[in-house]
T-cell receptor, first 113, second 114 residues
Framework: DAGITQSPRHKVTETGTPVTLRCHQT?????MYWYRQDPGHGLRLIHY???????DKGEVSDGYSVSRSKTEDFLLTLESATSSQTSVYFC????????????FGEGSRLTVL | GQQLNQSPQSMFIQEGEDVSMNCTSS?????WLWYKQEPGEGPVLLIA?????ELTSNGRLTAQFGITRKDSFLNISASIPSDVGIYFC??????????????FGQGTILTVHP
């Protein structure tokens, strides 16, 4: 069974502060993703990674950066958090074949005051 | 980019009723996936569809890949309280290398009254 750990699970921060969310997987999957979930918008892709040090932007990447220095860890950074980045953030790994089936973590709820 | 539109946005039903929801796109999808998200959890894959016209079941859930490849349907028969959650359709963008990225619909929120 695929294992994903997201940390922190909950965070409250102030506008303008940096925030880093961590996604850790235990099964050596190549592809990892960060999505954000907001009411009425479903899940929207922020950034994704297709290997160590290989990352690319998704549809809502402005204000976010990512890094992947090891296969098992994918970090999402908000350099200067804004209230519009209050959301629930989900990390996912690709476990299917060509269909692109994703397995999701439990989410990190971020509140920016 | 490609967008998926789900309807209805929310449903309030009585236990035992059947449920139908759908997902449409203005462009063709080669795969349709249906996910369910329970409160406080990440989405979990329910059903995957790979061919136009395909009908696939998972217990009381049945999903269909539309013939036009621009839509998909999910039915739940004899609903029970644990069916509560948000149901998402999703699919990989067509054309080029997708790197496994998925586009998601906005979700259908299902509430089941005992």
């Amino acid at each position: 069974d695929a294992g994903i750990t997201q940390s922190p699970r909950h965070k409250v921060t102030e506008t303008g502060t940096p925030v880093t969310l961590r996604c850790h997987q235990t099964e050596n999957h190549r592809y990892m993703y960060w999505y954000r979930q907001d009411p009425g918008h479903g899940l929207r892709l922020i950034h994704y990674s297709y290997g160590v040090k290989d990352t690319d932007k998704g549809e809502v990447s402005d204000g976010y950066s990512v890094s992947r220095s090891k296969t098992e860890d994918f970090l999402l950074t908000l350099e200067s958090a804004t209230s519009s980045q209050t959301s629930v953030y989900f990390c996912a790994i690709r476990i299917g074949g060509a269909s692109g089936e994703l397995f999701f973590g439990e989410g990190s709820r971020l509140t920016v005051l | 980019g490609q967008q998926l539109n789900q309807s209805p946005q929310s449903m309030f039903i009585q236990e035992g009723e059947d449920v139908s929801m759908n997902c449409t796109s203005s462009s063709i999808f080669n795969t349709w996936l249906w996910y369910k998200q329970e409160p406080g959890e990440g989405p979990v894959l329910l059903i995957a569809l790979y061919k136009a016209g395909e009908l696939t079941s998972n217990g009381r859930l049945t999903a269909q890949f539309g013939i036009t490849r621009k839509d998909s349907f999910l039915n739940i028969s004899a609903s029970i309280p644990s069916d509560v959650g948000i149901y998402f359709c999703a699919g990989p963008p067509s054309g080029g290398t997708s790197y496994g990225k998925l586009t998601f619909g906005q979700g259908t929120i299902l509430t089941v009254h005992p």
